[in-house]
């Protein structure tokens, strides 16, 4: 059975500029919940998607969007980067949701903020 | 008070040993406890997860939980240096909502 997949791996973008990340479940799961991953913060919970819908949101600025997909594929997009948006971002889904499932994590997308 | 907490490390200890880390959380309601086990520059691992008190047992390593005092640890028997890794507690707070405490550095010297 195939992980989750993250796409891409490595993102180098400049001050101002927007990018979208991609992230495709383990299949037959159906929440997608997304980190980020800084040496100074840690992991950091951004928002939890099930049944396109978003169920959860951690505090990050409203910059930090997202969206599932019918097929439980999920994006999520930072609009006007900053400097200090450089951080590993993760992905994780589990089987129905996040409630009492174990989440299993893509490699991630290591976004690198010029 | 932060949600989850773990002490950073690093947490040293000899091949062979039992390495203890330990992880308290906040919310009285949390019901779903997880460890994950993160190497540098890869992405976390899930290595155990735990929903009842008392401890959960698969192979080497043992979860233990207790709710009444707010606290889940992780014994990993027998170390062995590759599992030299950052150990990240997770806890699923009511609401279904996923918080993970800082991680603990663990190294296991031959």
């Known amino acids: 059975k195939a992980g989750v997949t993250q796409t891409p791996r490595y993102l180098i973008k400049t001050r101002g500029q927007q990018v979208t990340l991609s992230c495709s479940p383990i299949s037959g799961h159906r929440s997608v919940s997304w980190y980020q991953q800084t040496p100074g913060q840690g992991l950091q919970f951004l928002f939890e998607?099930?049944?396109?819908?978003?169920?959860n949101k951690g505090n990050f600025p409203g910059r930090f969007s997202g969206r599932q997909f019918s097929n439980s594929r999920s994006e999520m997009n930072v609009s006007t980067l900053e400097l200090g948006d450089s951080a590993l971002y993760l992905c994780a889904s589990s089987l129905v949701d996040s409630y009492n499932q174990p989440q299993h994590f893509g490699d991630g997308t290591r976004l690198s903020i010029l | 008070q932060k949600e989850v907490e773990q002490n950073s490390g690093p947490l040293s200890v000899p091949e062979g040993a039992i390495a203890s880390l330990n992880c308290t959380y906040s919310?009285?309601?949390?019901?779903?406890f997880f460890w994950y086990r993160q190497y540098s520059g890869k992405s976390p691992e899930l290595i155990m997860f735990?929903?009842?008190?008392g401890d959960k047992e698969d192979g080497r390593f043992t979860a233990q939980l207790n709710k009444a005092s707010q606290y889940v640890s992780l014994l990993i028997r027998d170390s062995q240096p590759s599992d030299s890794a950052t150990y990240l507690c997770a806890v699923n707070l009511s609401g279904n909502d996923m918080r993970f405490g800082a991680g603990t550095r663990l190294t296991v010297k031959p």
């Open positions: 998607y099930f049944s396109e819908t978003q169920r």
């Open positions: 919310d009285r309601g949390s019901q779903s």
């Open positions: 735990i929903y009842s008190n």
